[in-house]
């Protein structure tokens, strides 16, 4: 027997087939759609964590280089400061050399073996031509002797000199109260030889706070007074004044003028015979 199918039954199984495909295939195409998804959202992850991983190593490196210029740094510094502190010791040492007969006499400015028979006492005035000269005397006189002369000085600022020589008298008072003796000597020469306070405070390697705190001190005024008043006391009315004493025998000489190395030696030749 021939069965003959209406077309709309066909056509509706054809189209009910086709749907039915391309539902099957719309759903493989979202399952495939969504694993694509999946794939991607876990890329997306793990470009991020490797992100942050390199930020992470960047970072460490950064830190590392960070502590490795700070440490060059520091060693430079370091270095640059040591080769400063040597060099600063250095020039000191040098400023220092040609005063190494200077004594450390507590309450008392010796230069020379302390215990010499004859002491030149000098009473100066650093704005004092003549000290100057005299003082550059009296120390060759003490380095030549072998022991048997010292010199010790005692400030006398005239009042004809103003404050100025009054000051650098306190300048070098506090210079060998902070530093020492031979740093004191070598103030009074270098004053003597011109050479400014700051340049002589950074020869010395001194903190110029200190010095000037220093000015206003008894410790400054005590060298300064005694000079003042024992020179008062031995008529002293003129700079340079200088005496030479016989520790053996305990006499006071006063020597006129600005004695030369002969004059002095002649004197101490006679005290002797």
């Not at 960047?58 to 520091?74: G, I, K, M, P, T």
């Not at 220093?214 to 008529?235: D, I, R």
């Amino acid at each position: 027997m021939k069965i003959n199918t209406p077309l709309w039954i066909l056509f509706v199984g054809a189209f009910t087939c086709y749907a039915i495909h391309n539902h099957m295939r719309q759903h493989d195409t979202g399952m495939q759609l969504a694993s694509a998804l999946e794939r991607t959202e876990a890329l997306e992850k793990e470009v991020d964590a490797t992100h942050r991983q390199i930020e992470e190593i960047r970072a460490l490196v950064d830190a590392q280089n960070s502590a490795l210029h700070e440490n060059v740094r520091s060693s430079v510094r370091e270095e640059l400061d040591s080769i400063m502190t040597d060099s600063v010791r250095k020039n000191k040492e040098k400023a220092l050399a040609a005063f190494s007969n200077a004594s450390d006499v507590k309450g008392e400015h010796v230069y020379g073996n302390p215990h010499a028979r004859f002491s030149i006492y000098e009473y100066l005035d650093f704005e004092c031509p003549y000290c100057a000269q005299f003082s550059a005397t009296a120390k060759k006189v003490a380095d030549d002797s072998n022991g048997h002369v010292n010199v010790i000085l005692r400030h006398y600022p005239l009042p004809m000199h103003g404050q100025e020589a009054k000051l650098k008298a306190l300048f070098a008072e506090c210079v060998g109260h902070l530093d020492g003796n031979r740093s004191f000597w070598y103030a009074v020469h270098a004053l003597f030889a011109g050479k400014s306070t700051d340049g002589i405070v950074q020869n010395l390697n001194l903190n110029t706070e200190d010095i000037a705190s220093c000015m206003s001190s008894e410790n400054a005024l005590t060298g300064l007074l005694q000079g003042l008043a024992e020179g008062e006391k031995l008529q002293v009315d003129s700079t340079p004044t200088v005496f030479i004493l016989d520790t053996k025998q305990n006499k006071r000489l006063r020597v006129p003028g600005t004695p030369s190395e002969g004059d002095i030696a002649n004197i101490i030749a006679g005290i002797l015979r």
